[in-house]
Antibody
Framework: QVQLQESGPGLVKPSQTLSLTCTVSGGSISSGSYYWNWIRQPAGKGLEWIGRIYSRGSANYHPSLERRVTISLDTSKNLFSLKLTSVTAADTAVYYC??????????WGPGTLVSVSS | QSVLTQPPSVSGAPGQRVTISCTGSKSNIGAGYGVHWYQQRPGTAPTLLIYGDFNRPSGVPDRFSASKSGTSGSLAITGLQAEDEADYFCQSYDSSLSAYVFGAGTKVTVL
């Protein structure tokens, strides 16, 4: 059974960089034809896809965030990471990591709340 | 405003059937990209309910079904149960945006 777990600071100051990791257990992130996603959800609102990285390393990002986002793999630690630069209050949200299998996000982490505030 | 349009809420009595629509356009659902549905109970992460327009992952009750036609997808819940009270989101890919997009979500209330 694949499990994902987000981790990282719960509070980030405006203009700084948000950094999160998603540790995967129950399977290798570098095997199989999977995409590993970051998705966020502001309080009381809908889901927003941030981007994803293929198990072989290529990444795609939402055009509205592309200039500020980097998603990377660390196969030695079986995790993938999200970096979002120049954050503002609008980036406050619950951040989820999720695996794309079945052409949809079939496994999700529990989510981690990141607040942007001084 | 979401690229995929869902009704904000639907409700039904236990045992009834409810449907949730997901209306897109020629650059997403109408282009043939798959529609996926997620259920999200309060305070928890979404879970995959339907993938590829109408397929249920193992473990999802057959009370949940979905279809797609033209630029819209639809999720049906038959034999509504109290545990079905949740938010439901549709998702597809949009070629104009080159991004995966979600609907704003539909809150299902069991009366």
């Amino acid at each position: 059974q694949v499990q994902l777990q987000e981790s990282g600071p719960g509070l980030v100051k405006p203009s700084q960089t948000l950094s999160l990791t998603c540790t995967v257990s129950g399977g290798s992130i570098s095997s199989g034809s999977y995409y590993w996603n970051w998705i966020r959800q502001p309080a009381g609102k809908g889901l927003e896809w941030i981007g994803r990285i293929y198990s072989r390393g290529s990444a795609n990002y939402h055009p509205s965030l592309e200039r500020r986002v980097t998603i990377s793999l660390d196969t030695s630690k079986n995790l993938f990471s999200l970096k979002l630069t120049s954050v503002t209050a609008a980036d406050t949200a619950v951040y989820y990591c999720a695996r794309d299998g079945l052409a949809a996000a079939d496994y999700w982490g529990p989510g981690t709340l990141v607040s942007v505030s001084s | 405003q979401s690229v995929l349009t869902q009704p904000p809420s639907v409700s039904g009595a236990p045992g009834q059937r409810v449907t949730i629509s997901c209306t897109g356009s020629k650059s997403n659902i109408g282009a043939g990209y798959g529609v996926h549905w997620y259920q999200q109970r309060p305070g928890t992460a979404p879970t995959l309910l339907i993938y590829g327009d109408f397929n249920r992952p193992s473990g999802v009750p057959d009370r949940f079904s979905a279809s797609k036609s033209g630029t819209s997808g639809s999720l049906a819940i038959t034999g509504l149960q109290a545990e079905d009270e949740a938010d439901y989101f549709c998702q597809s890919y949009d070629s104009s945006l080159s991004a995966y997009v979600f609907g704003a979500g539909t809150k299902v209330t069991v009366l």
